[in-house]
């Protein structure tokens, strides 16, 4: 099945089976969101990296919203292969292509330039620019955005948890200018430059 933008639908169960034994890379310790715990994980099976969560996980809503806007597609992230849903159809995670993390400078600047255009087209951003959040699909060979729930729509405020430098700034520019059409219903942003 097929999510918005192409993406496709792994249901929880499958992901489950699909990494059930396999020792973590990587696990959130339950960081508190809210006053609610939460827990992700991060299994490598093979050539994919499966990134799952519970259902209290915060950031779930905004990655969902992030690919529903266009804001998350091929162009930032060619390694995302699935969506993860439980069968009341929340995310719980998604699946990517494993990635070669040391990205040169010059292929760090490529993606900070897509990510710009990205924010421009759907009113979007990203809010943990990192070395370690970026990395080189091993299938594609392009240049892959990996921490994908860390966005958020964007608002005037939006700048101050972001840590690029360049792309702290653009925001602050586009946000400055006045250049949203804010959706009074989701309370979301979107760029009148798109």
């Known amino acids: 099945m097929l999510l918005d933008h192409g993406y496709n639908y792994l249901s929880l ?6 990494t059930h034994g396999i020792e973590p890379l990587a696990m959130g310790n339950g960081v508190k969101n809210f006053g609610v715990r939460s827990r992700r994980t991060n299994y ?3 050539n994919r990296v499966y990134k799952l969560w519970d259902k209290n996980y915060r950031k779930a809503k905004k990655f969902m919203g992030a690919i529903h806007a266009g804001f998350i597609d091929q162009s930032i992230s060619p390694a995302l292969r699935a969506v993860i849903l439980d069968v009341m159809g929340n995310c719980c995670g998604y699946v990517m292509t494993r990635c070669r993390l040391n990205v040169t ?5 490529s993606l900070i330039r897509k990510l710009k ?4 087209k759907t009113g979007w951003c990203y809010t943990d620019i990192d070395p370690t959040n970026m990395g080189i699909c091993t299938i594609t060979h392009r240049i892959s955005l990996l921490d994908l729930e ?5 608002t005037i405020r939006s700048e101050k948890t972001c840590k690029d430098i360049s792309y702290k700034n653009f925001l602050k520019r586009l946000a ?3 250049d949203l059409v804010y959706n009074s219903i989701s309370d979301t942003a979107h760029s009148s430059t798109g």
């Open 176 to 178: 400055l200018k006045g």
């Open 150 to 154: 860390s966005v958020s729509p964007l």
């Open 13 to 18: 169960q499958e992901a489950q089976y699909l």
């Open 44 to 46: 490598a099976v093979k």
């Open 117 to 120: 255009t990205q924010t421009r």
């Open 105 to 109: 400078i010059y292929e760090r600047a």
